[in-house]
Structure formats: C-alpha cells, structure tokens
C-alpha cells in the first residue's frame, strides 16, 4: 500500500491564482479531511469526507473547495489564493468514525507559498 | 466544542532520561479517543499512541506510555530512554465517538533530545 499521497510537495503560487492540491489513499478509507498546519497553532480543519459524495466543513474553511467524487481521491482546491493561505496541508484518512478502526493515516504534507 | 491543550511549548530532555508532554482537554463526552503524533523535520506525522476512553489502563508502547487520567481530563505522554531520533514536534489530538468526527489537535510541544 502506498498510504496516503499528495501532490505536489512544494508549490508557489501568486495572489488570485487557483490551484488544486491533490490527495489519493488506498487503503479504501471512507473518511478523508484536510488540515493546514501554520506556525503555533497545531493543525486546523478545513474540509472532512466521511464517504463518496459527501462533504462538509471544518474549522477554517473559507477559501477552500472539495469534492469527493470517489472513494479514493480527496482534492481541495484554492480558488483565489491569498497570503493568508500560506501553510502546510496534511491530507488523512481513516476508515470511519468507529470504536475498533480510528486512527487517522496522514500524507506526506503540502508546502503552499503565495506572494 | 472541545479543546485540547498543551501547556509546554518546548520541552528538552537529557539522552537516555526520561521526558512528560503534557496534554489536557475539554470534552463533556464520555466516549471518545486519545492521541499523541510525533512530527520530525520531515513533516510526516505519524502516530505515537493512542487511548480509549473507556480503557482503564494506560496505553503503552515500547518505549512511549501516557498517563490517562479521565477524571481530570489529562493525557500526558511519558517518553523513556530518550534516543535522539525523537527530537520531533508531539502533537495531543482528540477524537469524539459520536459519528463520524474529526481530530482536534493542541498546538503543539517541541522536544529537543540533548546528547
């Protein structure tokens, strides 16, 4: 298996350009999420899937789009980039929300810079 | 809402000795799941531990245990034999068993393993 994977590692984007970050698992997870790590604040949701066409909104997710089209693959776009969304976003999955299955697997991480 | 806190923004331990993160959070469920992640430079998260609420005893594994204390809403992560290689960030997350809801994360401890 290859866990989670995000593409791309690294990406530098100006104001107002969009811009999608991809995230895919394997492990046939129903749930899915984005987070955005910044400096002193721990990681913070954006957007959580907990199936195949279901989505819904975490705790910061203004400016940020998703979709969940297959069980697979989470991507979460930016729509007008802004400074403020500087950050590294960790994509995770896990296979629900029950007792003996919880533990969320995280991606290698996205390093996002907008000038 | 819950919340989770760490009141140690960095913490330094001896090679070899032993080292306490400290990890708080406030929750009016009586079922839910406790986590520690450890970040390197990498950025990778990846799991330390976990613990069910329901579970008495303590969660261990090998050289990584907490102290799970309900009542008082503490989960604090005792490191032994500390080894230079777990010089990282330790995030606490939280996770409720009321369907399908996401991790909630502390802001973070860094640890620096002085040889």
């Known amino acids: 298996n290859a866990g989670v994977t995000q593409t791309p590692k690294f990406q530098v984007l100006k104001t107002g350009q969009s811009m999608t970050l991809q995230c895919a698992q394997d492990?046939?997870?129903?749930?899915m999420s984005w987070y955005r790590q910044d400096p002193g604040m721990g990681l913070r949701l954006i957007h959580y899937?907990?199936?195949?066409?279901?989505?819904d909104q975490g705790e910061v997710p203004n400016g940020y789009n998703v979709s969940r089209s297959t069980t697979e693959d989470f991507p979460l776009r930016l729509l007008s980039a802004a400074p403020s969304q500087t950050s590294v976003y960790f994509c995770?999955?896990?296979?629900?929300?029950?007792?003996?299955?919880?533990?969320?697997?995280f991606g290698p991480g996205t390093r996002l810079t907008v000038l | 809402a819950q919340t989770v806190t760490q009141s140690q923004p960095e913490m330094s331990v001896q090679e070899a000795e032993t080292v306490t993160l400290s990890c708080t959070y406030d929750?009016?469920?009586?079922?839910?799941?406790l986590f520690w992640y450890k970040q390197p430079p990498s950025r990778q998260m990846i799991l330390v531990i976990r613990q069910e609420a329901y579970k008495q005893q303590n969660a261990t594994e090998n050289r990584f245990s907490v102290n799970f204390q309900k009542a008082a809403k503490s989960f604090s992560l005792k490191i032994s034999d500390s080894q230079l290689g777990d010089a990282a960030m330790y995030f606490c997350a939280y996770r409720g068993n009321s369907g399908n809801t996401p991790l909630v994360f502390g802001k973070g401890t860094r640890l620096s393993v002085i040889a």
């Open positions: 492990m046939n997870h129903e749930y």
């Open positions: 995770a999955s896990s296979y629900s929300g029950f007792r003996d299955t919880d533990t969320q697997y």
């Open positions: 899937s907990v199936g195949a066409g279901i989505t």
């Open positions: 929750t009016s469920e009586s079922d839910y799941y």
